[in-house]
C-alpha cells in the first residue's frame, strides 16, 4: 500500500481540489494502485490464494474445477469433444437410440442419479448378529371377528419379528441391548384369524418417505445418540458411522444413520405446538437471525429465545413467520435488531450491542466529520449505559429519559445532521437512530430490561459454528430436522436438563400411538 491511513485522514474533497494539476494525477495514480491492491484482497478465495476453504461462505458457488480448467486452456468446445474412438459410425435410428441420442444427432441428457440405493435395485439383509439381550411378546388381545378376549397361551402363534438395537445409559457407562420382538396370530374358536401388526404411523405429506412406527432397527436411545453426535456434536453421517462402530460394535449404514435423524424430527413435531405457545405468551421474547442454506437456496434461520424456551424456523426472511407466531401484536417486550418486520410491535427494544459496534466502525473512518460522529455516538451510549446500570443497583431517581434529555437531545440532532452525509454507514446509522428511537431508548424508562440482544445470538452460534462445517442442508426434510431437533434440545439446556432422555420418550411414544409428553419443567 502506498497510502497510510494517517496520510487518507488528512484527504477530502477541499484538499483535493486545492492540488496543482500534476499533483492532482499522481495522488489519483496512488490511489488507483491502492485501490486495485485493496480489491485483488477482496478477491481472494480458497481458490486462488493460499486463503482456508474455511472462510468460503456458505453459499458461494465451488468454481475451483471449472476456473483449473480455464486457466489450463480447456474451452467448452475441447471439454465437450468426444474422443475419436467414441465416434459412432452407425448412423441408424437403432444406433442412435442405443447411444442415447435423438434423431437430430444431439446427445440426449443423462437421467441425473440420486445417491444410495436406486429404486427397484436387490437389497442386501443384515449381516451383523448380536447377542439378544431380551425378547418382548406381542400376543393378541382380543378376536378381530367376534371380540373373544384371549390369553397368551390361548392358540397363539407366532408369525413374525424384528431385532431392536438400543444403548442404556448407566451409573457410570453405557451399555447395548439387543431385543428380540415375536408377534403372534390368534385363532380363534370361532373360526377367525387375527394378526397382531406392529404400529405404523400413516404418511404424512410432508415428511415423504419418513416413516414412523415400532418395526424399526434403531431403538429410541441409540436414535438421540445419533441426534446428539449430528447436531450438538457436529460429526458428519460417516463419523457417526465411524463411532458407532468403533465404540459400541454397532455396525449401520449412512442411510440408517439418517433415517434416525429424520424419524425423531417427524417424532418431534408436536412439541414445536408447545414451544409456540409458551413463546408467544412470553414476558420477554428475543429474537434474531441469520442466513442459512438449502442445497441452492437461501433462506434465513430464526431463533426466538423465552426465560426457558427456545424455537427455531428455518424459511425466508420476511413477515410471514413473525406474523404466524406472534401474530399483529405482542403482549410483551421484544428485543430484536433493526430488521424492519418487527416494528409494527410497540413494546420492542433494540440491541445495544449492535449500535456499538457500528459506531466504533465509524470512529476508525478516514473521514474525519464521520469519525467525530462515531466517536460522540459511542461516547452517548455508554454515558447511558453507565445510568442504566446504576438505576439496577438501588433505587432509580427517576426517568432516565428525562434526566438525561439533554444527552438525548444532542444525539438526535447530531443523527438529522448526518442523516443525508454522503459517507453510507454514517447516514445508514443516523437514520437508524431516528427510526428505532422509542424502540433504542425505551430501556431508560425500564432500566430492569435488557440492553442486548446476546441470548439470542448466543444460541444462534452453535447453527452457525454447524452450518460451517457442513455447508447447510440438502433437502427440506433435512431442514426441518434441524430447525425441530434444535427447538427440542436447546429448550431442555435451557432449562437446565439433559435433553436426550427427553427426546427418546418422545420417540417411543409417537411410535407406539401415544401423546408426545409434556416438555420437563426447569429444575429448581
Not at 339 to 346: C, D, G, N, P, S
Not at 370 to 380: A, L, N, S, Y
Not at 442 to 456: C, W
Request: hydrophobic share 35%.
Amino acid at each position: 500500500m502506498i497510502l497510510s491511513d494517517h496520510s487518507l485522514r488528512q484527504l477530502d474533497e477541499p484538499y483535493i481540489r486545492s492540488l496543482p494539476e500534476d499533483a492532482c494525477r499522481d495522488l489519483a495514480v496512488n490511489l488507483l494502485i491502492d485501490l486495485k491492491t485493496v480489491r485483488e484482497r477482496l478477491n481472494q478465495d480458497p481458490s486462488n490464494s493460499s486463503v482456508p476453504p474455511s472462510s468460503r461462505l456458505p453459499w458461494a458457488p465451488n468454481d475451483t474445477c471449472h476456473d483449473e480448467a480455464e486457466e489450463n486452456g480447456e474451452g467448452e468446445d475441447e471439454k465437450n469433444e468426444p474422443e475419436a474412438e467414441e465416434i459412432a459410425t452407425d448412423t441408424s435410428d437403432e444406433a442412435i437410440e442405443s447411444k442415447g441420442e435423438d434423431k437430430s444427432g444431439k446427445e440426449s441428457p443423462a437421467p441425473k442419479r440420486n445417491p444410495g440405493k436406486q429404486p427397484g435395485a436387490q437389497g442386501y439383509g443384515r449381516t451383523q448378529q448380536l447377542p439378544v439381550t431380551a425378547e418382548i411378546h406381542h400376543h393378541v388381545q382380543c378376536c378381530g371377528g367376534c371380540g373373544h378376549h384371549a390369553t397368551e397361551e390361548e392358540n397363539q402363534v407366532a408369525w413374525t419379528g424384528f431385532y431392536t438395537i438400543d444403548v442404556e445409559i448407566g451409573t457410570p457407562g453405557i451399555s447395548v441391548t439387543n431385543t428380540k420382538h415375536i408377534y403372534y396370530d390368534l385363532t380363534c374358536p370361532c373360526g377367525h384369524v387375527t394378526r397382531q401388526y406392529p404400529h405404523q404411523e400413516p404418511d404424512d405429506p410432508f415428511w415423504e418417505g419418513v416413516g414412523l412406527g415400532e418395526w424399526r432397527l434403531v431403538g429410541p436411545m441409540l436414535s438421540a445418540l445419533i441426534v446428539s453426535l449430528a447436531y450438538r456434536m457436529r460429526m458428519s453421517r460417516a463419523r457417526i458411522r465411524e463411532f458407532l462402530h468403533d465404540w459400541l460394535k454397532i455396525t449401520l449404514s449412512i442411510g440408517t444413520i439418517q433415517r434416525c435423524i429424520e424419524e425423531s424430527a417427524r417424532a418431534s413435531a408436536p412439541v414445536e405446538e408447545q414451544l409456540a405457545d409458551e413463546i408467544a405468551k412470553s414476558k420477554l421474547l428475543h429474537a434474531d437471525e441469520t442466513t442459512h442454506k438449502e442445497k441452492k437456496l437461501l433462506l434465513w434461520l430464526w431463533v426466538f429465545v423465552a426465560q426457558r424456551t427456545v424455537l427455531y424456523y428455518i424459511g425466508y426472511r420476511s413477515n410471514e413467520i413473525i406474523t404466524n407466531l406472534l401474530g399483529e401484536s405482542f403482549p410483551g417486550w421484544l428485543m430484536t435488531d433493526g430488521l424492519k418486520v418487527y416494528r409494527k410491535y410497540t413494546s420492542r427494544l433494540r440491541c445495544w450491542a449492535h449500535l456499538l459496534r457500528k459506531a466504533k466502525g465509524l470512529e476508525d473512518s478516514l473521514e474525519p466529520k464521520v469519525q467525530r460522529f462515531g466517536k460522540r455516538i459511542h461516547e452517548i451510549l455508554d454515558l447511558l449505559m453507565d445510568a442504566v446500570y446504576k438505576a439496577r443497583e438501588g433505587p432509580p431517581l427517576g426517568d432516565l429519559k428525562q434526566i438525561h434529555a439533554h444527552l438525548l437531545q444532542e444525539l438526535r440532532t447530531l443523527c438529522t445532521s448526518m442523516e443525508t452525509c454522503p459517507h453510507k454507514k454514517a447516514r445508514e446509522l443516523a437514520r437508524e437512530f431516528l427510526n428505532d428511537w422509542e424502540a433504542i431508548f425505551a430501556v431508560l424508562s425500564h432500566p430492569h430490561l435488557p440492553l442486548t440482544n446476546n441470548e439470542a445470538e448466543r444460541l444462534l452460534r452453535p447453527l452457525v459454528i454447524l452450518r460451517r462445517i457442513s455447508y447447510g442442508t440438502r433437502s427440506e426434510n433435512g431442514t426441518r430436522a434441524l430447525a425441530l431437533l434444535a427447538s427440542v434440545v436447546e429448550t431442555c439446556r435451557k432449562r437446565q436438563l439433559s435433553p436426550w432422555p427427553y427426546l427418546a420418550q418422545v420417540i417411543s411414544a409417537r411410535r407406539c400411538r401415544q401423546s408426545v409428553p409434556p416438555l420437563p419443567e426447569p429444575v429448581g
